[in-house]
């Protein structure tokens, strides 16, 4: 439960991140995002991943907290990144 | 240099980075890569040891350690001045024992039953151990040269590390950016990513990994100190290992060990003392220190009470220590990652596999990179040749050499000589053979062919196992066996990716189109 807690709030934060570049709002929205819009959704994405030390920290304690959500966040980053490249082989066939 | 340009600093790191990343790539991907299956090395010893019990119920620490003492002194190691024991955890249920050989120096070390108090009648197994060995020593070689080779391999790592951040232009807008199928620009995108994405843990696992043998790569504050006790403390501070005193040589019967552990638990809870050390048995100067076990905390700095072993007197607690200690301590234990839960456990597995494939794919762009620009691609020089083929051998050869050693475990007759020793011989004589294949054999094709045979091994293990233990998948599935059950998941997933590999490979070489114009022939074909 803290596992899958911290996880999905790092992936939500990354998800965030991803669509506050341009780059990614282009292949996904497909049109790039006003400059205030792109800067709260920066903003949100950092949040969220600060968010996620919670559940770990108040279920693990400060160290081990840490430490796994380290962990927690290099995964989501990682199925992000799987998750757009099958986006993008949908998208671009 | 004076007549050309000076170079930037970002290509001066790149030159830093390729070049440090190629020299120690291929001892950094065996260390990553059997480091990696080191975090579930206890797991690996109980599989390669079917004998065992799959569970075995368990008796009260107390009751076990009196047992296991008993034992040492009837029957196993009377006359020594040193026995200690790691008491079983969930993870390994045997008691891990090892005594100071009277005859000769060192230690001798066995699994014995908790339930009998007796070595186990267990097929002879290095188990999970040789590959956590291997990570550091590297096996056939002098211990101090196999650790001062993983030192200098692991501040290698550092400096690509280092250097392949500043070489790295946009870590951030690049983040989650991969073009596939353009060749170099993939690799490229591919390394970035696999840097980026395990970037703290590959850092972390790296500093902290030569933090753990900084006494002996930095030896010159412990060398200062005046005294052989003094340095003899710092150890202690350090490492759940005390160096027996001399013996007062009046005999005097040992306490009831069971009352100390029942002493120690009061003190820090039930199930928590991890393993017992006694100095001197039978000597009216006999010492025995009780540790904490370490799980639930990172710190391997050890926590120890220290009784006297006639009277049962506590003599010290050590409970705390200085920060240096604790930040050794904390680094040390991040490395080794036993303080982990199931779900940090695989967390720490896949980002250290990310770190492999990281170097790997590292070697790769070398090779790639340089292949474009070759003046004659069908005779490459040899350099590129050297490379192109140590890294067949490394690449595909050691994750074959490995599933042969899990082979080995379940086909080796069970009572020939040495027969842990033989299981690491089919192991390098396995990874020998892989070389030699990746000389012989036109590099595409070694690279499939040794994907593929690693493929084909790795799906038939949960085959073998069923053939030659009594915990095949049905009675695993059946009796809830977890463990093995795992292990055959796991082969099945590895043996998928590995053939995915194999399977790329070789579509690489297929595919028809515009990239063939550009990409140049190797040995007649293309790749």
Not at chain 2, 357 to 385: E, I, N, Q, Y
Not at chain 2, 410 to 438: G, K
Request: aromatic residues 10%; contains cysteine.
């Amino acid at each position: 439960m803290i596992h899958a807690l911290t996880f999905l709030c790092a992936l939500a934060g990354f998800a965030a991140l991803a669509l506050s570049m341009d780059r990614h709002q282009r292949e996904i929205l497909r049109h790039p995002l006003p400059r205030r819009g792109s800067l709260a959704l920066r903003a949100l994405g950092f949040g969220l991943l600060l968010l996620a030390l919670v559940p770990a920290c108040r279920g693990l304690g400060p160290a081990l907290g840490a430490t796994v959500w380290s962990g927690h966040l290099s995964l989501a980053a990682a199925s992000l990144f799987i998750l757009l490249l099958r986006w993008r082989q949908r998208a671009g066939g | 240099m004076s007549g050309r340009k000076p170079l930037s600093i970002r290509q001066t790191m790149s030159d830093l980075h390729i070049w440090a990343g190629l020299l120690a790539g291929w001892l950094v991907y065996a260390m990553f890569l059997t480091g990696t299956a080191s975090f579930f090395r206890d797991e690996i010893s109980v599989w390669m040891r079917p004998e065992l019990p799959a569970i075995t119920a368990t008796e009260a620490p107390a009751v076990i350690a009196q047992r296991i003492t008993d034992s040492l002194a009837r029957d196993h190691a009377p006359g020594s001045a040193l026995w200690g024991m790691a008491l079983p955890t969930r993870r390994l249920p045997e008691v891990t024992v090892y005594w100071a050989d009277p005859e000769r120096r060192g230690l001798k070390r066995d699994m014995f039953d908790p339930a009998t108090g007796q070595p186990m009648a267990v097929r002879a197994t290095k188990g999970g151990d040789f590959f956590y060995e291997f990570h550091f020593n590297f096996h056939h070689m002098p211990m101090g040269l196999g650790r001062l080779l993983a030192g200098i391999c692991g501040m290698v790592m550092l400096v690509a590390i280092i250097s392949g951040i500043i070489t790295h232009k946009k870590i951030f807008t690049d983040f989650f950016t991969f073009r596939g199928g353009k060749g170099q620009r993939s690799w490229l995108d591919g390394h970035a990513a696999l840097s980026v994405i395990g970037l703290p843990f590959h850092i972390m696992i790296t500093y902290s990994g030569l933090v753990t043998l900084m006494v002996m790569y930095m030896p010159w504050g412990l060398q200062a100190l005046p005294s052989r006790a003094d340095q003899a403390a710092v150890n202690a501070e350090m490492r759940f290992f005390l160096m027996p005193d001399h013996p007062l040589g009046e005999a005097a019967a040992l306490v009831s060990v069971a009352d100390l552990v029942r002493r120690a638990e009061d003190r820090w809870g039930p199930g928590s003392v991890g393993r017992i050390q006694i100095n001197n048995p039978g000597d009216a100067g006999a010492r025995i220190a009780i540790e904490r076990q370490s799980a639930q905390r990172i710190s391997t700095v050890p926590q120890y009470l220290m009784f006297d072993g006639v009277s049962g007197a506590l003599l010290s607690a050590k409970e705390h220590s200085g920060p240096v200690a604790q930040v050794q301590g904390v680094l040390y234990g991040l490395h080794m990652g036993r303080f982990s839960d199931l779900v940090t456990r695989w967390l720490y597995f896949g980002l250290s596999l990310t770190g492999t494939a990281m170097v790997a794919s590292g070697l790769m762009l070398w090779t790639v990179k340089r292949r474009a620009r070759l003046p004659d691609p069908t005779r490459p020089h040899f350099g590129f040749r050297l490379v192109e083929r140590l890294n067949i051998a490394t690449i595909a050869g050691l994750p074959l050499a490995m599933t042969g050693f899990l082979w080995a475990n379940r086909l080796l007759p069970l009572h020939i000589a040495e027969r842990a020793a033989q299981e690491i011989n089919v192991f390098f004589a396995l990874w020998a053979l892989a070389a030699l294949w990746a000389l012989l054999r036109p590099a595409p094709r070694a690279w499939v062919e040794l994907f593929a045979l690693t493929a084909l091994a790795l799906a038939l293990l949960p085959v073998l196992n069923a053939l030659t233990t009594a915990r095949g998948t049905a009675r695993s599935f059946a009796a809830g066996d977890w463990l093995f059950l795992g292990f055959d998941l796991a082969f099945i997933a590895f043996a998928v990716l590995v053939g995915v590999l194999a399977r790329r490979v070789q579509r690489h070489r297929q595919r028809p189109g515009k990239r063939r114009a550009r990409v140049p022939l190797v040995g007649g074909e293309a790749l």
